[in-house]
Structure formats: C-alpha cells, structure tokens
C-alpha cells in the first residue's frame, strides 16, 4: 500500500477559541467538545470528534478539494469543539486567500465555522477574504491534493472513489 501525505502548517496567531485550537484537536487526540452549554450534545457527539477515517467529500477543479463533513462525509454538516459551530469574526474578518495551497474553514455563512475544511487549489480566491477563516497552508503534499483533483467527481463534485485520511498526531 502507498501512504502519501499532506502536511498543513497552521498560522499561530489565532486567540483563545479559535480554528487553530479546533483543528488541532480533531487532527490529534484531543478529541472532546467542551463549554457548548449542552452536555447531551457533548456526550453524544465527543466519538464523532475526529478526522481519522473521515472523507474528502468535495473536489472542484482548479478551485478547491473539501473535507471534514464528521457528520455524514457528505458536506452538508458541521461539528466543533466547541459546539456545532463557533464564531469567530476577528480571525474571520482579517482572512486573505490569495495563493495556492492555503487551508480555510468551509463555511455556509461567516459566524457558522465547524470541522470542514478546504484547500485552495486556484492561485487566488478573492471572494473568499472575510467569509472563512484561512488557517495555515499546505507544506507538503501538494502533489497529492493536485491528485485529488483529478479525480473523477459526481454531479455534485464527490470523488467516486473514497478517499480518506488518517493522522496519528497533531504535532
């Protein structure tokens, strides 16, 4: 079997509740909601918490390769650490997604930031600066979103072919 790799940096200059302390959670081992104000929603969702086994659930040609959906790996729902989704307008609002590579919160609306990520495979993507929050960038591995890509969508821009990742640590 091949492994192949994508390596994300993440920007570090994110406050308290942020995308960067979510990510690194569900890519680790950290995987817990905490101070969501329901504890049933806690207790019921914590084993969901991760990205090991997940899906890439979205490839758009020449723009961007999805995922993150722990709900139902088909991009229509969202999870956080800190609820179903968090809001977090400072690091929303100064976001620039201006190169190929970057990682961003995929968002159905600016305050609705949850588990599903993208990546930007265009050069640039204006339309998106204030809307999501851009996060880190891929270091290594971009041959293999390149890959992604190319592969063979459905109507909805789902891979035929599942594709997971997997992690064993966020350091």
Known sequence: MRIVLIVFSFFF??????????????????????????PMFEDQLNAQLHYPGSMIHRVHKGYLVQGGDLV???GVDQLSVFGPTFNSPEETETSTF?????????VSAPHLNGSQFFILTANKASHLDGTCICFGKVV???????????????????????LLYKSDAAD
């Open 13 to 38: 200059f994110f406050k308290q509740k942020t995308a960067y302390e979510m990510l690194r959670s569900l890519v680790g081992s950290e995987m817990c909601i905490r101070d969501s104000g329901n």
């Open 72 to 74: 139902s790996s088909q």
């Open 98 to 106: 201006n190169e190929r590579g970057l990682v961003g919160t995929a």
């Open 140 to 162: 290594q591995g971009m041959d293999v979103v390149e890959a992604v890509e190319k592969l063979q969508v459905d109507t909805l821009g789902a891979p035929y072919h599942c």
